[in-house]
């Protein structure tokens, strides 16, 4: 697949590690991730680095998982997993089933004595790996964790290797928030038109750097708009706020649930309108999806809008940002991200003195080069 753009800051991060290039054939990649042409892009590089493509193993994410993408990937010969969809069942229930066995085919594929990286998107693959790491063969870990949700999964584990935090970097931070919620407000406008919302009137949960830059964007843009956190120890329900200010849109930003099952059937119970339910986390978690999804009418694709009565499940309830598509945000919006993987990935490569267990910051050399971009 032809991707034009030319990737200046990744190249920037090549050039710094170039001495380091090798063979590294005892060298093994394990990944789950977004299955984006960004991170195509990526996979490219680090092969190019000198892993070779039968040691790098991906696996991707059911909601954020383009076919295409796919397809590139093995007519390449990475080794791919491509989770298929249940609606059954929660993304994390099956998220976490997906990286056991993702993992235990992964031993089975490896020579030891080997260094392991593990590049997690979420924590789970990263758990499992600590989970089972005194029964992991003769090899070195190194973990690289890119969410703040993969961070609070872990950070009060007992982790019996170092793990590269990309998530708490002060860039991922400062500039990954208002990007993500620029995609998410396109998103939210595009749901609107499409569903003839005449009148939005929005309630945004969760008011941590991404809700409030979503909160901001409603409010720019004229639409009614409240916000509600826990955290701030609001006093109202949700259930309350929806009927006392008439909202038509939740947008969950909190990456945990919510509403219950209860809670959900309380509010379409006293609905005399639409009601659309937007994720903006990392999961289907905001919301109750599978009981919706058991209740509800839709194709069964996993990027169509549930619809149970005068409730909607945008996207069946998985992050509005992550429609399927080869790209989601554009390259230049998502290249810093992607940036400091990469050169996490390298550094965890070239360097064999990282025996530090937990924990560990960014390389400082990748974080300058990506700092100043």
Same mark, same amino acid.
């Given at each position: 697949?032809?991707?034009?753009?030319?990737?200046?800051?990744? &190249?920037?991060?090549?050039?710094?590690?170039?001495?380091?290039?090798?063979?590294?054939?005892?060298?093994?990649?394990?990944? @789950?991730?977004?299955?984006?042409?960004?991170?195509?892009?990526?996979?490219? +590089?680090?092969?190019?680095?000198?892993?070779?493509?039968?040691?790098?193993?991906?696996?991707?994410?059911?909601?954020?998982?383009?076919?295409?993408?796919?397809?590139?990937?093995?007519?390449?010969?990475?080794?791919?997993?491509?989770?298929?969809?249940?609606?059954?069942?929660?993304?994390?229930?099956?998220?976490?089933?997906? @990286?056991?066995?993702?993992?235990?085919?992964?031993?089975?594929?490896?020579?030891?004595?080997?260094?392991?990286?593990?590049?997690?998107?979420?924590?789970?693959?990263?758990?499992?790996?600590?989970?089972?790491?005194?029964?992991?063969?003769?090899?070195?870990?190194?973990?690289?964790?890119?969410?703040?949700?993969?961070?609070?999964? +872990?950070?009060?584990?007992?982790?019996?290797?170092?793990?590269?935090?990309?998530? %708490?970097?002060?860039?991922?931070?400062?500039?990954?928030?208002?990007?993500?919620?620029?995609?998410?407000?396109?998103?939210? &406008?595009?749901?609107?038109?499409?569903?003839?919302?005449?009148?939005?009137?929005?309630?945004?949960?969760?008011?941590?750097?991404?809700?409030?830059?979503?909160?901001?964007?409603?409010?720019?843009?004229?639409?009614?708009?409240?916000?509600?956190?826990?955290?701030?120890?609001?006093?109202?329900?949700?259930?309350? +706020?929806?009927?006392?200010?008439?909202?038509?849109?939740?947008?969950?930003?909190?990456?945990?649930?919510?509403?219950?099952?209860?809670?959900?059937?309380?509010?379409?119970?006293?609905?005399?309108?639409?009601?659309?339910?937007?994720?903006?986390?990392?999961?289907? %978690?905001?919301?109750?999806?599978?009981?919706? %999804?058991? %209740?509800?009418?839709?194709?069964?694709?996993?990027?169509?809008?549930?619809?149970?009565?005068? +409730?909607?499940?945008?996207?069946?309830?998985?992050?509005?940002?992550?429609?399927?598509?080869?790209?989601?945000?554009?390259?230049?919006?998502?290249?810093?991200?992607?940036?400091?993987?990469?050169?996490?990935?390298?550094?965890?490569?070239?360097?064999?003195?990282?025996?530090? &267990?937990?924990?560990?910051?960014?390389?400082?050399?990748?974080?300058?080069?990506?700092?100043?971009?």
């Amino acid at each position: 697949m032809k991707d034009s753009y030319p990737y200046p800051l990744l &190249n920037k991060i090549s050039e710094l590690y170039e001495s380091k290039k090798g063979s590294f054939d005892q060298v093994y990649l394990l990944a @789950c991730q977004h299955l984006l042409l960004p991170l195509a892009k990526m996979f490219g +590089l680090i092969h190019e680095f000198g892993i070779p493509k039968e040691n790098i193993f991906i696996l991707g994410k059911i909601y954020s998982t383009s076919s295409e993408i796919v397809d590139e990937l093995q007519g390449k010969n990475f080794n791919i997993a491509e989770p298929i969809f249940d609606p059954t069942i929660s993304f994390d229930d099956q998220h976490a089933k997906n @990286c056991t066995n993702e993992l235990h085919n992964f031993l089975h594929s490896i020579s030891s004595p080997a260094k392991i990286i593990i590049l997690d998107d979420g924590g789970a693959l990263l758990k499992v790996v600590n989970d089972e790491f005194q029964s992991l063969p003769n090899v070195q870990v190194i973990g690289i964790e890119q969410t703040s949700s993969g961070f609070r999964k +872990l950070e009060h584990e007992q982790i019996h290797f170092p793990i590269f935090n990309v998530a %708490r970097s002060s860039i991922k931070l400062i500039k990954e928030s208002p990007m993500i919620a620029d995609l998410g407000f396109r998103r939210i &406008n595009e749901t609107i038109q499409s569903h003839s919302i005449k009148e939005p009137r929005i309630l945004v949960v969760g008011l941590g750097p991404l809700g409030n830059s979503m909160l901001s964007l409603s409010n720019s843009k004229g639409y009614f708009t409240i916000g509600y956190d826990n955290a701030h120890h609001d006093k109202k329900e949700i259930l309350d +706020l929806i009927t006392e200010n008439n909202i038509n849109i939740i947008i969950g930003v909190t990456g945990s649930s919510i509403l219950n099952e209860i809670e959900i059937e309380e509010i379409k119970n006293v609905l005399t309108d639409k009601l659309y339910l937007i994720s903006m986390s990392s999961a289907d %978690r905001e919301f109750p999806a599978i009981h919706i %999804r058991e %209740r509800g009418i839709s194709s069964g694709t996993i990027h169509e809008d549930v619809v149970w009565g005068n +409730l909607v499940l945008v996207n069946n309830g998985f992050p509005i940002t992550f429609k399927g598509n080869t790209f989601e945000a554009t390259p230049e919006e998502i290249e810093t991200t992607v940036a400091q993987l990469y050169g996490s990935v390298l550094e965890a490569v070239a360097n064999d003195n990282l025996h530090t &267990n937990g924990f560990i910051g960014l390389p400082e050399k990748v974080f300058e080069i990506v700092d100043a971009f």
